[in-house]
C-alpha cells in the first residue's frame, strides 16, 4: 500500500529544484554573473583610476620642475603660461584639467620657502562602471584625481666654466688631448643637441657638468664627474649688470714693455705687448680702447713674465669698431689677481658684451704657466685654453659665450681664494630637483 504525502504544490516544486542534479552550473552561472561582472566593472574602473592617477601625478611632477626652472626667467602670469604650454605637448588635457601654481607653497614641509614652486593638478575621471550603475537612478558620479609636487633649483655646488651661448652646438667643448681638471661644476646655457661635447682622446674630471641641451661623451672612461646632468637650468650670468665705463680720451697710445717696467693703469689706445721678463702690472683698471679698424689686444709672448695685484683689464671699443683680444703664449709666466673691492671687484679680463666681432678669440696658449685669480669674462666671445694652462691655488671663473679646451688645464678652485675675491656667491651651481 502507498503512503500518500500531502505536500503543498509550490513545495513540490522546490522540494524537486533543490534535489535535481541536472542543469546546476549553468544556474549557479546565472545566479552570480550579475556578480562577476560587477567585479569585473570594479576593476577596470579601478585601474582606470590608477593610470589617471599616475598620469595626473606625472603632470605635477612635470609642471613643479618646469616651474622651479623657469622661475627666474618669468614673473607670476607668464610663468603659469609657460607651465601649461609646456604641460599641454606632455598631456595636458585642458577640458579635464586645472593647474594650480604656487609660489612660495602655501602647503607641505616648504610651505612659504621662497624659491621652492608648489603644483597641484586636478583632473575629473569618470569612473565609467559605476557612472553606469548611478545613470540608473538618474545621477551621475565623477571622480577628481588630484596630484601635487614641490620643486626647487637647490644649490649642489659651484660652477667655474660657464658657457652662455643660448644655442650654439658644442658651446662648451673638451677635445683632442686636453686633460681637464677643475674643482668646481661646468654649465653651457645652450639648448643645442649637444650642447657640451668631450670627445677624442679629451679627459674631464669635475665636480659636475650640466647643460640645458643635451651633452655627448665619446669615452665615458676618461671621465670622473658625479654629477652629468643634460636638460639642466640655465646658469645665470653673474655679470649681466656690469658696463663698460666712460672714455673721454686716451692716456697712453698703446704699450709695449721693457724688461723689468712697471706698467701704470690708464686707457691704452693700442695694444699692450709682453715680450720681456719681469713686468709689473700697478693695482688698478687697464682699458685697452680700440678707435680704428685696429683692434687694441692684450698679447702675452714667449718669454714674458708678468706679474699684478688688483688688476682688470677691459677690453672695449669705440662706435661700431671690434673690441680687442687676449692672446697668452706658450712660455709665458703669467701671475695676476684681480681686484677684491671696488667696481671690479673680481674680474680680471673684461670684454665688452657689445663687441661687434663674432669671431672673438681669448686665447690662453699651450706651454702657459698661469696663476689667474679672477673672472675672465666675454659674453660675446669665445675663451679658448690650449694645453699647459695652470691655476693652482687660485679661483678661476670663466663666463664666456664659448669655451673649448684643446689642452691640458688644471683650474684648482681653491675655496680661500675664491672667498677671497669674493665669487663664491656668483659661482652657484643649481640642481632642479623634486623635494615633494
Not at 218 to 226: F, G, L, M, R, S
Not at 278 to 299: K, R, S
Not at 336 to 359: C, E, K, M
Request: glycine share 10%; net charge negative; hydrophobic share 40%.
Amino acid at each position: 500500500m502507498y503512503q500518500v504525502e500531502n505536500r503543498p504544490s509550490g513545495l513540490v516544486w522546490l522540494h524537486k529544484f533543490l534535489q535535481a542534479d541536472s542543469g546546476g552550473t549553468l544556474t549557479m552561472t546565472a545566479i552570480m554573473m550579475p556578480l562577476i561582472l560587477g567585479f569585473a566593472g570594479l576593476g577596470l574602473d579601478l585601474s582606470y583610476w590608477y593610470m589617471e592617477r599616475r598620469q595626473v601625478q606625472n603632470l605635477a611632477d612635470m609642471a613643479a620642475i618646469d616651474g622651479a626652472h623657469s622661475q627666474t626667467y618669468f614673473d607670476d602670469t607668464d610663468l603659469d603660461d609657460q607651465v601649461e604650454h609646456f604641460l599641454s605637448q606632455n598631456g595636458l588635457d585642458p577640458a579635464r584639467d586645472t593647474l594650480s601654481l604656487s609660489m612660495p607653497p602655501v602647503s607641505g614641509d616648504y610651505e612659504g620657502s621662497n624659491g621652492y614652486v608648489e603644483a597641484v593638478m586636478a583632473r575629473e575621471a569618470p569612473l565609467y562602471f559605476v557612472s553606469a550603475l548611478y545613470s540608473f537612478i538618474g545621477s551621475e558620479f565623477t571622480l577628481t584625481v588630484r596630484g601635487r609636487a614641490v620643486a626647487a633649483a637647490l644649490k649642489i655646488g659651484q660652477n667655474c666654466i660657464i658657457a652662455l651661448d643660448p644655442s650654439a652646438k658644442y658651446a662648451l667643448d673638451f677635445l683632442g688631448d686636453s686633460d681637464v681638471t677643475a674643482d668646481c661644476g661646468a654649465i653651457a646655457n645652450s639648448t643645442a643637441n649637444p650642447a657640451v661635447r668631450v670627445t677624442g682622446n679629451a679627459e674631464l674630471i669635475s665636480n659636475s657638468l650640466q647643460a640645458v641641451g643635451e651633452i655627448n661623451i665619446q669615452h665615458e672612461e676618461n671621465v670622473t664627474i658625479p654629477v652629468i646632468e643634460p636638460y639642466a637650468a640655465a646658469s645665470k650670468d653673474p655679470y649681466e649688470d656690469l658696463v663698460v665705463p666712460d672714455v673721454s680720451g686716451c692716456d697712453y697710445p698703446g704699450k709695449v714693455a721693457e724688461p723689468y717696467e712697471t706698467l701704470s693703469p690708464g686707457v691704452y689706445c693700442g695694444d699692450i705687448v709682453i715680450k720681456e721678463a719681469g713686468v709689473t702690472f700697478e693695482p688698478g683698471v687697464y682699458h685697452l680702447y680700440t678707435t680704428g679698424n685696429q683692434a687694441a689686444d692684450f698679447i702675452a709672448n714667449a718669454g714674458a713674465e708678468i706679474f699684478g695685484e688688483g688688476v682688470t683689464i677691459i677690453l672695449s671699443s669705440q662706435g661700431s669698431y671690434k673690441a680687442g683680444s687676449v692672446t697668452v703664449n706658450g712660455g709665458a709666466i703669467v701671475d695676476l689677481t684681480a681686484p677684491t673691492s671696488g667696481d671690479w671687484n673680481s674680474i680680471l679680463f673684461f670684454q665688452d658684451r657689445y663687441n661687434n666681432d663674432s669671431n672673438s678669440l681669448l686665447k690662453f696658449n699651450g706651454g702657459a704657466t698661469m696663476n689667474l685669480n679672477g673672472a675672465i669674462y666675454a659674453p660675446s666671445a669665445k675663451v679658448s685654453f690650449t694645453g699647459g694652462a695652470s691655476t693652482e691655488d687660485a679661483c678661476l671663473l670663466v663666463v664666456s659665450k664659448k669655451i673649448e679646451f684643446t689642452g691640458n688645464s688644471n683650474l684648482g678652485n681653491s675655496e680661500e681664494a675664491c672667498a677671497a675675491l669674493g665669487l663664491g656667491a656668483l659661482q652657484r651651481q643649481e640642481r632642479v630637483q623634486l623635494v615633494e
